[in-house]
């Protein structure tokens, strides 16, 4: 028999927590849009352009990827140009993240 594992969950993904990185995004100065899929967060995915003209898209991490010790860490970013995925972040780190990664 095989064991059945525990399906991931994004109980974590809040509407003020989506709230929290679109002010985020927004105030590093950061052009995004999301693709409407807050009520099915599984889904739901942010493109943001950083300053450089490259493409990122933001998901929520699922909950086997969230530390206990930063559960304010909901977020992972990649950017297909830098072939890069970052670790869960916070809505700033995210933002800053992005923000700050050189050409």
């Known amino acids: 028999m095989r064991r059945q594992l525990?399906?991931?969950t994004?109980?974590?993904?809040?509407?003020e927590r989506c709230?929290?990185?679109?002010?985020?995004l927004t105030a590093a100065g950061l052009a995004w849009s999301?693709?409407?899929?807050?009520?099915?967060?599984?889904?739901l995915t942010y493109t943001v352009t950083d300053s450089h003209?490259?493409?990122w898209r933001i998901s929520p991490a699922?909950?086997?990827q969230i530390s206990p010790s930063n559960p304010g860490q909901i977020w992972e970013a990649t950017c297909p140009a830098?072939?890069?995925?970052t670790p869960a972040l916070s809505a700033c780190q995210a933002a800053e993240?992005?923000?700050?990664?050189p050409a």
Not at 10 to 15: E, I, L, N, R, S
Not at 19 to 24: E, I, K, P, S
Not at 82 to 85: G, I, K
């Open 6 to 8: 525990p399906a991931a």
């Open 19 to 24: 709230a929290q990185l679109g002010r985020a």
């Open 97 to 101: 993240r992005i923000k700050g990664t």
């Open 34 to 43: 999301d693709n409407g899929q807050q009520g099915a967060p599984q889904f």
């Open 53 to 55: 003209g490259r493409t």
């Open 82 to 85: 830098q072939m890069t995925t």
């Open 10 to 15: 994004f109980a974590h993904v809040t509407p």
């Open 62 to 64: 699922t909950n086997f």
